[in-house]
């Protein structure tokens, strides 16, 4: 964005500003660069105990890393070339019980979720402080009970105790309309579904299935995109939601 043309809506220049005056989106223009790198990793195990008994773990930790650089920035300070990371872990263990004819299954769950992130950011006078840092440990539990009442007609209900933490692009932002929040508290929800399906017989010639799904989502703290200066956004922590709805399909 360091042209200082402005064009029609045939790409020809009819106007030249003065050498000073460059860019659109940002009064000076922009000409910035920003680099992610991320790394992600997920492990899982799982223990047969018995025919109708099982124990999963599963571990996923997330690691990113962003700097950048603002080519015409000349009086402030640069906060895309400052180093900020953030490192995301979510572990869970679960544990599986049925019955012998596999009518029923019901799997009980943990989780815990942890983030720390380091970063910088600028004061009113423009000033870099020493490095920051935000860490966040939490945990959560739900359970899935399955009952299959016919060869047909199946029973599914659940309830978790969930977080979302964070995602980079909500900490750090993009780097130009959508403006850095390293301080976002991570989403805290109570979900419920019932589910009922119905499917056509084992053995028969054309298959088919129907399923009806109700929810109850209730979100605390919940992450959205709030309009901050001009074309400037952020995300930030909002008041509580409730979602309820359901869902058919076939």
Same mark, same amino acid.
């Given at each position: 964005?360091?042209?200082?043309?402005?064009?029609?809506w045939f790409?020809?220049?009819?106007?030249?500003?003065?050498?000073?005056?460059?860019g659109?989106?940002?009064? =000076? +223009?922009?000409?910035r660069?920003?680099?992610?790198?991320?790394?992600?990793?997920?492990?899982s195990?799982?223990?047969?105990?018995?025919?109708?008994?099982?124990i999963?773990?599963?571990?996923?930790?997330?690691?990113?890393?962003?700097?950048?650089?603002?080519?015409?920035?000349?009086?402030?300070?640069?906060?895309?070339?400052?180093?900020?990371?953030?490192?995301?872990?979510?572990?869970?263990?679960?544990?599986?019980i =049925?019955?012998?004819?596999?009518?029923?299954? *019901?799997?009980?769950?943990?989780?815990?979720?942890?983030?720390?992130?380091?970063?910088?950011?600028?004061?009113?006078?423009?000033?870099?402080?020493d490095?920051?840092?935000?860490?966040?440990?939490?945990?959560?539990? =739900? *359970?899935?009970?399955?009952?299959?009442?016919?060869?047909?007609?199946?029973?599914?209900?659940?309830?978790?105790?969930a977080?979302?933490?964070p995602?980079?692009?909500?900490?750090? +932002?993009?780097?130009?309309?959508?403006?850095?929040?390293?301080?976002?508290?991570?989403?805290?929800?109570h979900?419920?579904?019932?589910?009922?399906?119905? *499917?056509?017989?084992?053995?028969?010639?054309?298959?088919?299935?129907?399923?009806?799904?109700?929810?109850?989502?209730?979100?605390?703290d919940?992450?959205?995109?709030v309009?901050?200066? =001009?074309?400037? *956004?952020?995300y930030?922590?909002?008041?509580?939601?409730?979602?309820?709805?359901?869902?058919?399909?076939?």
């Amino acid at each position: 964005d360091t042209s200082r043309c402005r064009f029609n809506w045939f790409g020809e220049c009819f106007f030249r500003l003065p050498n000073r005056q460059i860019g659109e989106a940002i009064t =000076g +223009g922009t000409d910035r660069v920003v680099e992610d790198e991320d790394l992600f990793v997920r492990a899982s195990a799982e223990w047969q105990l018995n025919p109708n008994n099982k124990i999963r773990v599963t571990t996923a930790p997330t690691y990113n890393w962003r700097t950048g650089d603002d080519a015409l920035l000349v009086q402030s300070v640069d906060i895309l070339n400052t180093e900020s990371s953030l490192d995301s872990w979510v572990s869970g263990i679960e544990y599986q019980i =049925g019955d012998s004819d596999k009518r029923l299954e *019901n799997r009980l769950f943990f989780k815990h979720y942890s983030q720390s992130g380091t970063f910088q950011l600028p004061d009113r006078f423009n000033r870099l402080p020493d490095e920051d840092r935000s860490d966040i440990s939490l945990f959560g539990y =739900g *359970n899935v009970a399955r009952f299959r009442w016919t060869e047909r007609f199946t029973i599914k209900a659940s309830y978790e105790y969930a977080t979302r933490l964070p995602r980079r692009d909500e900490v750090f +932002g993009d780097g130009l309309e959508i403006t850095a929040n390293p301080l976002l508290l991570p989403e805290r929800s109570h979900n419920a579904n019932l589910e009922l399906s119905l *499917n056509s017989k084992p053995r028969a010639d054309n298959s088919w299935s129907v399923k009806a799904n109700g929810f109850l989502r209730i979100t605390q703290d919940l992450i959205t995109l709030v309009p901050t200066f =001009g074309f400037l *956004n952020s995300y930030f922590n909002v008041f509580d939601a409730t979602s309820i709805g359901a869902e058919l399909s076939g």
